[in-house]
């Protein structure tokens, strides 16, 4: 067994000729072997003895490698031509004087560079490590066997990378805080965490700042090459020209005129582009055509045809390819090109039934034609077979900050690892494999979506799969990564918790959207859910910070700390809000108490972010500055913070009798009252009601229980109320043998008295069948009772995923089984109380439809029925992107497709059956009819199935 | 000319045989005299000398008269069996050794009464002297001569008086305080009260308290007799019993049985009705005669048939005459009897279709018909001609005060005379002329409403009549009755004002169902009219307060100072909260300051009540008591005080731009902002608009106002805005000659920029017509062009009246045109910009049909086409009084007509018919098709017309 150990005899090459990029990143991991094992490693010298070393090297650029290539100690065969491959060998002596040996080859630059990083990660250094400050945990006898021998295979995506985006204020003040301006001694910054993340592609920010400009100068671009980061820019800038750059250097006396108008101004243009391409050609760059207007906007007016655009693009698109024919290569083929599909251009590729699209177009032969997702992180169209082949192959520009519709979201990283593997998995699974590219606005937060969005593009056969459990493992490696330094296991136990939890509150709302209306207060306990959720993350946040020392803090507060607190006290702020606008429309006094719960959640949100931007002496400064609360608009334009209610109580001492999820209450009053019957003691799963005695006034009232049922218990029978009192009611239903129904009274002494009538029923119920109650039946989509598979496809569980926690969807996510005779499917056995029309809504990810066409199918019978098959999308007449329906799902996270159907009073079965591909199904509700389900947003609990 | 002088040498007679009740009004009287003259009249012994002697005695009851009229020194032809009359001479030497006499002979003992109180009327002594401690002026030589000698006619109605109800819990409370509870010494001044008002009848106080049992006793009957004052009993209880007796004195062993149920307790119930009427037969009574269910609930259940109801009355009402012929009197007939058409009852009496009603029934022959109103101040059913002859004849029961739908109103008096004068002339005028009696709840802030009524009632040739502005008159002269004592004539006439003001106000709404909803806080500027109506009586009512002795204290505040500022401050209260609701929504900082000013309004509230019951060492302690805040039932159960919403300003500065009249705001940042155009300017009446520029930060912002239009100019445009200012934008239009249009930009220094088009006209239009501008055209109905009348009938203007301040209506009031040919009209002349359809709205009084079918009708024409018939009435399937309609009309005191009217580009007419009775046209209203008007309570204001 061959072995290589980090002790303080380590030394590394080092060779001239090798890609100075390369000697760069040598130099990062040899800071990072210090910071684990204390000592700094030498450097080799040709001929001196060397107890461990270090050899890399990229091949036909080493001679160290040559020489071990030609005595037979490594073999590059499998490394030598390839993309970003690497070797990665512990051998012993390798050379005279040299013991063991480590030796990295890489087929290129950047296989080099992550052959070097690949060190650091084995010993545990987070490729945060400079980017949070992550220390890694201390190691005395730190080695490597040659257990770790590796040729790695080529990455799954070609171009992996992200956009710097929506700059202003947080990456932007952070910039010049640091930096003094987004220059390239930031951006060395950023290309370190790009590479370190096994990424290699870059869009700059863009918004008032110009890559090739404010180097100075070239020099940020200089530095990317010499990282061998692989520039670009954002689906607007042609030509590798940043979109503010004609700003600056139009005018009526510029050799580039004075309008961006292609037409008008078309010599001032091509002029421009023709400069930009000469300036950038040095560099290795994947290079954006097309054109759009200033600062993002329309090319043309809102008058112009869809012909005279598609004209346009194409006389661009030829005029650009001819441009870089004259200034790069004559065989345009072999430049990497790219065009963004995004917005309207999106329907100038497709065309329509009169005008002919882009598509095909010989223009873009070898161009990648790069799709997006609907803002949110879903997917829009896909390549569909027809396209499949496209020699320039596919791109995705994903979003995990979004400045723009339906809404934006810039604050804290809000990604939910379930739903970027599902849709990323599944983009690959299409075809689209060329480029993927995510905007993380100012990067500060986004660190584990990010994280998962460049692993799972370099290896998706490790992080994507057909299970969504994968991401728990990611999670759960991740926070290894980053906490394994600092805390215990059962501190980083808990700190994996509250990833989830966090994130999964973000997947239910996104920060800038909740208000104070989201959840309703009462209805099913979601409000309660979410509240509970947020303190737990809150209490045991606060906990585990006490026990990490001052140099883990930065890591902790950046990674852990802040996202996940900022987001839970944001969540309490508006569940708060909601519940005091309820309790002051209620004249609720607790309402007073509420209110100042606020004012407290409001001073910790200003609390938490001056925390996040002073710890490590304002490493992050700049990074909180982005507005989150109450957007009332798309972007944070006159958002407010939560109003709050006071009230005046009432004058005598008033009672207010109200279950606990129901918004409806008693007073006990004498002519207006609205007596109330509780019948959730039907179900055989429950055995308790709560409820609550509130007082409407400053006075206290005091009460008194009765009843002359003997099965009805009570928590307590009386008392005196100030605010509020929880009371639980409860029956022994062992003792039941039959349906009861009873009475109890709840008096307010003096005032009045409340009359509830309850009905409460044995336990037990058929076998297997979820239960309708309340007028409704809610099945989790996961709890299907039986299911079926075709030969190549079936449905599979997703867990964790979504709104609910669980999905179920086809695999293979290509499937498409609209034409098809045989389809998988699921089943769903329910007991219905009535015959008669029931309304169906299947609740499922809000997917966008896979092909530009508006179809998105699904199909299901109901009792063994004709299979009846619904278009998800409503208004096919309009294309999906940026229609009202958009909107509404992408901001709820869910598609509700609701229908009707009759059922049978007793056992009917459900069969949901594989039909477009994308469909995720989340949940089933079905609600009788004339059954009004009380208002929520994230519906009824999940019916109670007889065991 | 015959003299009398109030000096120290004044006498009365005195007479043992006369009434005791006319000697103790003797007496009152006499202290009335003192506190004018500061002498206390003695008592004349027969043969003393005598310089000035006041004669008193009822016709054929007093010696002294017999002898005057002997010696024919008075006449008493014109008064001798009359009801109610009396003769009121000043003549010299009437007796041997007495030289000036004072001689008032009544034609009966109420007669002799009326003229005693005469007196003090004369002298300038308040019917509330007593219940309101109001001090007469003094004078120095108080004297009569013949000239005011008279001999009045019979009351125009034979029984006046009220109601006292709903006596929980101010009345009641009031009378514990004072008299130790509702028993004879309480009622000894409600007697005084009501005769002082010239009433006669009363029903008395009967939830928790029993008339003819509490005296002690029989005592406060005994002593009604006493006074002359003529009892009755409410309307559900029958025989003289007070609706609480029978529960008190039922019991299994009870002579009476225990059950209230004409069927199963025949003999109980029956022997119940027997030993009422022996009780109460020795006194003057009106019977009530029916039965309903106990506590003033239906009879028999809901499922009982109308058929199975009346047949169940008619039995009892035989019964009950039987039991009359058997204790009182064998020629019922003699007997004066009523029957109450209240609630479902009316419904008994009219019948449908298949059911014959009570109408003409023989046991009702000699009965009054008691009818009702709407529960608030409108009269339901008239007799119609068919019922016109009735020998019962009709009464009304009306109510000031009402516990129940669709609203109670209970605390301050809230009546506004010109309706009462409007309904209650038409009443009379349908020949409602035997009873008037109204529910005045507690008394208390209740005088002036009740005092017109009853002086409507005595006198109707006096105060009733065609013209509204008469109760202009009333109220100068209750005014100076009250207040002539305390104040100069300035003071006297600012208290008038008040008032006006604070009835006018509650003529819009009622304190009970005030809320922060019910007025725009901006549009048409309702709301600050309202506000500025009541901030105007807060600052005079003080201001007079200042200058009032502490001796009329007493008068001042339970007469001006606590209804009105106890209005006022309500009104301010709820408008101020409507504003803080929708600043907080609009996120404005200033929300806070405004919440701050609720909180004072509502310790206001507290400090008016405490004011007016501790004033005169308590004497009003108890009337304040009534809940009236924030009612969301029709009673006051679960009502609430305003809501007071705060609000956190954005981070960094944020302006706000609104005109002042409308709740869309511009920020002027980039994205999202809606640019406004403001066309007011178009109109020739507006050469300014007022708008303002508002802080939703804490930290202020400093604006720029900019424009290249010459012809804007602006009160201010540059500054920093904390909170708010208000900026006018003003147009020279003597400068325009042609229609103009401009832009200007408010800029948010360093935030954004807000941009509004303004579009102006110059002055000028065609004469005579109201012109539409932004899509409507608003008339007040006083303002026709020109109107035609039949050889009968008419339209006139009422002013004041209403919710605007005028209205029009056809006199007589009993004309009918709905099977006429020639009708009374007006017209209406107005511009409209476009040719198409218009909604037009009828603002009418909220009336109701005045027959009991479902009919009430309007008629209309627009540019001379055919007359269209609309029925007011929405439902006409169910009976109006109870229906949706009377409940919203009620509330908002305004029925509103909308139907759609073809209008030309250009000059308009509309005609107005007279068609059913009881329509009172307020406001017309047409609006484009496609416009929708701002959200507002009062609707807009009138439209300009052109000079």
Request: aromatic content about 12%; proline content about 4%; charged content about 25%.
């Amino acid at each position: 067994m061959s072995k290589v150990s980090f002790d303080n005899r380590l030394m590394f090459t080092y060779e001239s000729k090798s890609f100075p990029g390369v000697n760069k990143v040598a130099a990062l991991v040899r800071q990072d072997l210090s910071l684990v094992t204390g000592f700094h490693a030498g450097e080799y010298i040709r001929g001196c003895k060397c107890r461990n070393l270090i050899i890399y090297g990229t091949v036909d650029r080493s001679d160290y490698l040559k020489e071990l290539e030609e005595n037979g100690l490594i073999d590059l065969t499998d490394v030598r031509g390839k993309w970003e491959v690497y070797s990665f060998q512990v051998i012993d002596q390798p050379m005279e004087g040299v013991d063991h040996a480590l030796v990295i080859a890489g087929s290129d630059k950047r296989g080099t560079i992550y052959g070097l990083f690949h060190i650091s990660e084995l010993l545990g250094v987070s490729p945060l490590v400079n980017w949070n400050h992550v220390y890694p945990k201390k190691k005395k006898n730190a080695f490597l066997t040659d257990g770790v021998n590796t040729v790695t295979r080529e990455p799954s995506v070609r171009y992996r990378g992200f956009f710097i985006n929506d700059e202003w204020p947080a990456f932007g003040n952070w910039a010049t805080e640091h930096f003094g301006g987004i220059n390239a001694e930031c951006y060395e910054r950023i290309f370190e965490l790009l590479l370190r993340l096994k990424g290699n592609y870059l869009w700059p920010a863009m918004w008032r700042s110009n890559f090739s400009m404010d180097g100075p100068g070239l020099e940020s671009a200089r530095l990317a090459d010499e990282y061998g980061v692989v520039m670009s820019t954002s689906h607007h800038e042609p030509c590798m020209r940043s979109g503010e750059e004609y700003s600056l250097l139009r005018g009526e006396s510029s050799i580039y005129g004075d309008a961006w108008d292609y037409v008008k101004n078309r010599d001032g243009i091509i002029r421009f582009w023709r400069d930009g391409l000469l300036r950038n050609r040095a560099f290795e760059n994947v290079i954006t055509l097309g054109m759009r207007g200033e600062r993002d906007s329309r090319l043309l007016g809102p008058d112009a045809s869809l012909e005279e655009n598609i004209e346009l693009i194409r006389d661009v698109l030829k005029t650009q390819n001819n441009l870089i024919r004259e200034t790069i290569d004559e065989d345009v083929s072999k430049v990497p090109r790219q065009i963004v599909l995004f917005s309207e251009v999106e329907e100038f590729f497709y065309g329509n039934r009169e005008t002919k699209g882009l598509m095909g177009d010989p223009e873009l032969e070898d161009v990648t034609l790069i799709l997006s997702d609907n803002n949110c992180g879903y997917t829009r169209t896909l390549p569909d077979r027809k396209m499949a082949q496209h020699p320039g192959g596919y791109g995705m520009y994903y979003h995990m900050d979004m400045h723009g519709g339906p809404y934006s979201f810039k604050w804290i990283g809000a990604t939910y690892l379930p739903r970027v593997w599902e849709q990323m998995t599944q983009a690959y699974d299409f075809g689209v494999r060329q480029i993927w590219v995510v905007n993380v606005g100012d990067i500060g937060t986004q660190e584990l979506g990010l994280s998962y969005f460049l692993d799972l593009a370099y290896d998706i056969e490790k992080w994507g799969g057909t299970d969504a459990a994968i991401t728990q493992r990611y999670v759960d490696e991740w926070a290894e990564r980053q906490f394994g330094g600092m805390l215990p296991l059962s501190g980083r136990n808990k700190i994996k918790k509250i990833l989830w939890d966090y994130t999964g509150l973000l997947e239910k709302r996104r920060h800038e959207i909740m208000n104070s209306d989201t959840y309703h207060p009462l209805h099913f306990g979601e409000a309660d859910r979410v509240l509970a959720t947020s303190l737990e993350i809150l209490k045991e946040a606060a906990a585990l910070r006490k026990k990490v020392s001052e140099q883990d803090m930065s890591a902790f507060v950046s990674l852990l700390y802040y996202p996940a607190c900022g987001t839970a006290n944001l969540m309490k702020m508006w569940i708060l809000a909601g519940r005091n606008k309820l309790y002051a429309r209620q004249n609720r006094i607790e309402a007073n108490d509420v209110a100042q719960e606020i004012d407290e959640c409001v001073r910790e949100d200003a609390a938490l972010i001056e925390d996040y931007e002073t710890v490590d002496n304002g490493f992050y400064k700049g990074f909180g500055k982005s507005e989150h609360v109450g957007f009332v608009n798309w972007n944070e334009e006159d958002n407010r913070y939560p109003v709050k209610h006071l009230v005046y109580g009432a004058h005598s001492p008033r009672m207010l009798v109200s279950r606990k999820d129901d918004e409806h209450y008693m007073t006990g009053l004498e002519w207006c009252d609205h007596p109330q019957t509780w019948r959730d003691m039907l179900r055989p799963d429950v055995d308790k009601v709560e409820f609550d005695l509130i007082s409407g006034s400053d006075k206290p009232f005091k009460y008194r229980i009765h009843t002359d049922c003997s099965w009805l218990e009570f928590s307590r029978t009386e008392g005196e109320v100030k605010k509020r009192e929880r009371i639980t009611l409860s029956v022994n239903k062992a003792l039941l043998d039959e349906k009861v129904t009873g009475v109890f009274l709840v008096e307010n002494i003096g005032y009045g008295t409340a009359t509830v009538t309850v009905e409460a029923a044995p336990m037990g119920g058929p076998e297997g069948l979820y239960l309708e109650s309340d007028g409704y039946i809610c099945i989790e989509a996961e709890h299907f009772s039986s299911k079926g598979d075709t030969a190549g496809a079936g449905f599979k569980v997703l867990t964790p995923y979504g709104r609910s926690g669980s999905a179920i969807k086809v695999f293979p996510t290509t499937s498409d089984f609209k034409g098809e005779k045989k389809r998988p499917f699921v089943e769903y056995r329910f007991l219905a109380s009535e015959d008669g029309e029931y309304e169906l809504t299947f609740e499922l990810a809000p997917s966008t439809p896979v092909t530009f066409t508006p179809e998105q199918y699904i199909g299901f019978a109901i009792n063994g029925g004709r299979i009846r098959i619904e278009n998800t999308v409503r208004q096919p007449d309009i294309p999906f992107f940026l229609s009202p329906q958009w909107a509404i799902e992408a901001r709820d996270n869910v598609k509700k497709v609701t229908t009707r159907v009759k059922c049978v009073r007793g056992e009917n079965t459900l069969t949901f059956y594989g039909m477009s591909p994308g469909i995720v199904l989340e949940r089933i509700i079905l609600v009788r009819e004339g059954v009004s389900l009380p208002e929520s947003y994230l519906g009824p609990k999940e019916s109670y199935k007889c065991p």
